[in-house]
């Protein structure tokens, strides 16, 4: 494997066990600040979705350089897409059933379930996450994200 080739391992690590520290970040903050059922059901959905995109890229990192991701992988990528999917029309229906008792509360969990779109967006619709400095113009290229290119991939013979 080329220099090339072990900067993109390199990096899908990064992205991988970001995603995954994330998580768990994500969950003992819920878990500190004693969160209430509406901000749990607005939590899960995103949850799931960086779970599964930090699982992705560690499970990528082993098709470097060029291999294609079988049709068992794909079959599981697709299965998360599509629970993650239903998982946030159930988050979003939880949060509106157990809204949360005060403004601020309720406001973060509005938050946390709209950062769940956005990273299902992010994942399997048009790619959002940029460095910064290069988002204003990078974004509105309308890249196609790595995984939903892997998944097309996957599908062709």
């Known amino acids: 494997m080329g220099r090339g080739g072990r900067a993109l391992r390199r990096q899908y690590l990064r992205l991988g066990t970001g995603e995954l520290t994330a998580a768990a970040v994500f969950v003992a903050a819920a878990v500190?600040?004693?969160?209430?059922?509406?901000?749990?059901?607005?939590?899960?959905p995103l949850l799931m979705i960086i779970i599964h995109g930090g699982v992705y890229w560690l499970t990528a990192r082993r098709r470097i350089p060029a291999?294609?991701?079988?049709p068992g992988e794909?079959?599981?990528?697709?299965a998360g897409r599509g629970a993650a999917v239903v998982?946030?029309?159930a988050g979003l229906a939880g949060m509106l059933a157990w809204w949360p008792p005060t403004t601020g509360a309720a406001l973060?969990?509005?938050?946390v379930w709209l950062f769940g779109v956005v990273e299902y967006l992010n994942y399997h619709v048009v790619r959002l996450a940029y460095p910064p400095a290069q988002w204003p113009v990078?974004?509105?290229?309308?890249?196609t994200p790595r995984l939903a290119r892997d998944l097309r991939a996957a599908t062709r013979p």
């Not at 291999?67 to 079988?70: I, L, S």
């Open 67 to 70: 291999g294609r991701m079988g």
């Open 74 to 78: 794909a079959r599981l990528h697709r």
């Open 138 to 143: 990078a974004v509105r290229g309308w890249r």
């Open 108 to 111: 973060l969990a509005l938050a």
């Open 87 to 89: 998982l946030l029309v």
């Open 32 to 44: 500190l600040l004693d969160a209430g059922p509406g901000l749990w059901a607005a939590l899960v």
